[in-house]
């Protein structure tokens, strides 16, 4: 399993502090967000990427639009398939011109950057009405997918596409509802190898098992005792293995293009650290959050995770906040143990990820 980082804008690759960090931590893969519709994000992307190529890292895009936008398009895209759907069709194409002129942007951007870019994920988190501001539910998102998807692999039959880091929480069943076959009528989830609706005869959306090649997973979890988080992530991702295993998917791997934990010193914890989707966050103490890593990232490895990016290279703000987001760099400004804050230092749980990153480079997952 090799290791990752979730980038911004706000760190840029010819920084020679960035880049010195990202050499001593030892990540191979850095993941960046882009917006397939902003003319300002195409040149920026590029340089970003060939930042990357040259301090030796494997990029992952997550590629994306606005929440309107996209909100727009999933509702046209939606009424027009519900007035046509001959069944024979329902394997076949049938986007709108809306999608069409997304799926012309993502080919553009991946055939622009075939020669830096392999990975693309797209829109990440769409299960996350924060993020995506509620514009998906896994029957849009999984036609927006296969418009992607084709588009991608038209503009550069090598590349891979990911799913957009779905499972927050390591709640799955956004990826369970995409892959599973889909009665429009009844609403209802079927088993992909049904040919009709049990319960209306009807014709069934496929799922869209076949439009992606890494099922990438978002797959944080908040809990206050490590043994929990890790049972409940055991069960979590063997129940997802058997969905990729199915008749639908073709055994696609997993990957992470975000993950990580709030930590911090105890005493510049808040009570509850705030979310707008989990509820009560604990951060894990600074202290034991090496202990954490460690068994978190061995059991990511024991389900076959290819790569996981840690989410982030630094804490969000200097000022500590309550966003439980903000605490979940390898590096930070606020005082580690009782020493004063000394501008950015490392996380004492730093080596953790920069042993497991140095274990990814002596056995890479990828050729
Ligand atoms: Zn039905």
Same mark, same amino acid.
């Given at each position: 399993?090799?290791?990752?980082?979730?980038?911004?804008? +706000?760190?840029?690759?010819?920084?020679?502090?960035?880049?010195?960090?990202?050499?001593?931590?030892?990540?191979?893969?850095?993941?960046?967000?882009?917006?397939?519709?902003?003319?300002?994000?195409?040149?920026?992307?590029?340089?970003? +990427?060939? %930042?990357?190529?040259?301090?030796?890292?494997? !990029?992952?895009?997550?590629?994306?639009?606005? #929440? /309107?936008?996209? =909100?727009?398009?999933?509702?046209?895209?939606?009424?027009?398939?519900? %007035?046509?759907?001959?069944?024979?069709?329902?394997?076949?194409?049938?986007?709108?011109?809306?999608?069409?002129?997304?799926?012309?942007?993502? &080919?553009?951007?991946? #055939?622009?950057?075939?020669? @830096?870019?392999?990975?693309?994920?797209?829109?990440?988190? #769409?299960? !996350?009405?924060?993020?995506?501001? &509620? #514009?998906?539910?896994?029957?849009?998102?999984?036609?927006?997918?296969?418009?992607?998807?084709?588009?991608?692999?038209?503009?550069?039959?090598?590349?891979?596409?990911?799913?957009?880091? $779905?499972?927050?929480?390591?709640? @799955?069943?956004?990826?369970?509802?995409?892959?599973?076959?889909?009665?429009?009528?009844? =609403?209802?989830?079927?088993?992909?190898?049904? /040919?009709?609706?049990?319960?209306?005869?009807?014709?069934?959306?496929?799922?869209?098992?076949?439009?992606?090649?890494?099922?990438?997973?978002?797959?944080?979890?908040?809990?206050?005792?490590?043994?929990?988080?890790?049972?409940?992530?055991?069960?979590?991702?063997?129940?997802?293995?058997? *969905?990729?295993?199915?008749?639908? !998917?073709?055994?696609?791997?997993?990957?992470?293009?975000?993950?990580? @934990?709030?930590?911090?010193?105890?005493?510049?914890?808040?009570?509850?650290?705030?979310?707008?989707?989990?509820? /009560?966050?604990?951060?894990?103490?600074?202290?034991?959050?090496?202990?954490?890593?460690?068994?978190?990232?061995?059991?990511?490895?024991?389900?076959?995770?290819?790569?996981? !990016?840690?989410?982030?290279?630094?804490? @969000?703000?200097?000022?500590?906040?309550? $966003?439980? %987001?903000?605490?979940?760099?390898?590096?930070?400004?606020?005082?580690?143990?009782? /020493?004063?804050?000394?501008? +950015?230092?490392?996380? +004492?749980?730093?080596?953790?990820?920069?042993? *497991?990153?140095?274990?990814?480079?002596?056995?890479?997952? $990828?050729?």
């Amino acid at each position: 399993m090799e290791i990752g980082l979730n980038l911004d804008w +706000l760190e840029p690759l010819d920084d020679p502090e960035v880049a010195a960090h990202i050499r001593d931590l030892g990540v191979t893969w850095a993941k960046l967000g882009a917006n397939v519709t902003s003319p300002m994000d195409r040149p920026r992307l590029r340089k970003f +990427l060939e %930042g990357a190529a040259g301090i030796g890292l494997r !990029c992952v895009i997550d590629l994306r639009t606005s #929440a /309107e936008e996209l =909100r727009d398009w999933a509702h046209e895209l939606r009424a027009e398939y519900l %007035g046509k759907v001959p069944n024979e069709e329902l394997s076949g194409h049938v986007f709108s011109e809306q999608y069409k002129h997304l799926a012309e942007g993502v &080919g553009e951007i991946v #055939a622009d950057n075939a020669d @830096l870019c392999q990975d693309w994920e797209w829109w990440g988190e #769409a299960d !996350c009405p924060h993020i995506s501001g &509620g #514009a998906f539910r896994c029957f849009e998102y999984g036609l927006s997918l296969q418009a992607v998807y084709d588009a991608a692999k038209a503009a550069n039959p090598d590349c891979r596409v990911w799913t957009g880091g $779905f499972g927050v929480n390591a709640n @799955l069943r956004f990826l369970e509802d995409m892959v599973k076959a889909y009665c429009e009528t009844c =609403r209802i989830r079927c088993d992909p190898r049904m /040919e009709e609706c049990p319960k209306c005869g009807g014709p069934l959306m496929p799922g869209s098992g076949k439009h992606f090649d890494v099922c990438n997973l978002h797959h944080y979890a908040h809990q206050r005792q490590l043994d929990s988080v890790l049972n409940f992530y055991e069960k979590q991702l063997t129940r997802a293995r058997t *969905w990729l295993d199915g008749k639908e !998917c073709s055994g696609q791997p997993f990957a992470s293009t975000e993950w990580g @934990l709030p930590t911090a010193p105890t005493r510049h914890i808040p009570p509850w650290l705030n979310s707008y989707v989990f509820g /009560e966050v604990h951060a894990v103490r600074e202290s034991e959050a090496a202990e954490w890593y460690d068994a978190m990232f061995a059991l990511f490895e024991r389900h076959g995770f290819e790569v996981v !990016c840690v989410h982030t290279l630094r804490d @969000l703000a200097a000022n500590p906040t309550n $966003f439980w %987001g903000g605490y979940c760099g390898l590096m930070t400004e606020y005082p580690l143990d009782s /020493e004063p804050s000394e501008g +950015l230092r490392k996380k +004492l749980h730093w080596e953790t990820v920069q042993k *497991w990153a140095h274990k990814g480079r002596e056995k890479p997952a $990828f050729e």
